[in-house]
Every structure is written in structure tokens, then in C-alpha cells.
Nanobody, 114 residues
Framework: VQLQASGGGMVQAGGSLRLSCKAWRSINNINLLEWHRQAPGKQRELVASITMGGRTNYRDSVKGRFIISRDTANNTVDLQMNSLIPEDTGVYYC?????????WGQGTQVTVSS
């Protein structure tokens, strides 16, 4: 499944951004949709995930600040990021997990200044 991420940018600490990942097919049967991020010099890490049934999971550092959601009408998975901190800076990638395969989007840069 082809994925295209958008919505990144530069924001001051305390601000908000909304990322969106468009899938070029129906997401109704995609088992798991995720957002990952990679900061400079660090490994890529899972930020949030949402299952086909709508169950969500977040890494501890973003709980209460980020919200992941899926829009089956528009075939998107979004990440609303609030109360951003400089440690949230990185390239954000969407990831789709299907039975027997997975796909990554191209990444979108998020920069949070202090």
C-alpha cells in the first residue's frame, strides 16, 4: 500500500501540529497503522499505533499530548500533536502493517524550537 505523509513543519514549544498519512487504497482491512519518528542520531521509535478495531497505543512520552486517529472515509491516519516539546523533533513516518507485508511513508519533518 502506498503511503504519503504530510503536515510537518516548524513550531515553537507548546504549539501543535497535525500530521496526516494518506493511503492510496482502502484502510478498512489494514491491521495496524502506526506513526514512528526518528531524531537525528537516534534510532527510529514507535510513537503511536491504532488497530483495525480502533484500539490505540502511545509511547509514554507522548501520552496525553498526541492523539492518533483513522479516517476510513478518506483513507488517512492522522496524528494530532499538542503541547509539543523540543524532544519531539524528528522525521515522522507512517507505517501500515498488513498480513504478510508492511509499507512505510516517505517521512515528514517536525521541528520544535524552545
Amino acid at each position: 500500500v502506498q503511503l504519503q505523509a504530510s503536515g510537518g513543519g516548524m513550531v515553537q514549544a507548546g504549539g501543535s501540529l497535525r500530521l496526516s498519512c494518506k493511503a492510496w487504497r482502502s484502510i478498512n482491512n489494514i491491521n495496524l497503522l502506526e506513526w514512528h519518528r526518528q531524531a537525528p542520531g537516534k534510532q527510529r521509535e514507535l510513537v503511536a499505533s491504532i488497530t483495525m478495531g480502533g484500539r490505540t497505543n502511545y509511547r509514554d512520552s507522548v501520552k496525553g499530548r498526541f492523539i492518533i486517529s483513522r479516517d476510513t472515509a478518506n483513507n488517512t491516519v492522522d496524528l494530532q500533536m499538542n503541547s509539543l516539546i523540543p524532544e519531539d523533533t524528528g522525521v515522522y513516518y507512517c507505517h501500515a502493517v498488513l498480513i504478510g507485508s508492511d509499507s512505510w511513508g516517505q517521512g515528514t519533518q517536525v521541528t520544535v524550537s524552545s
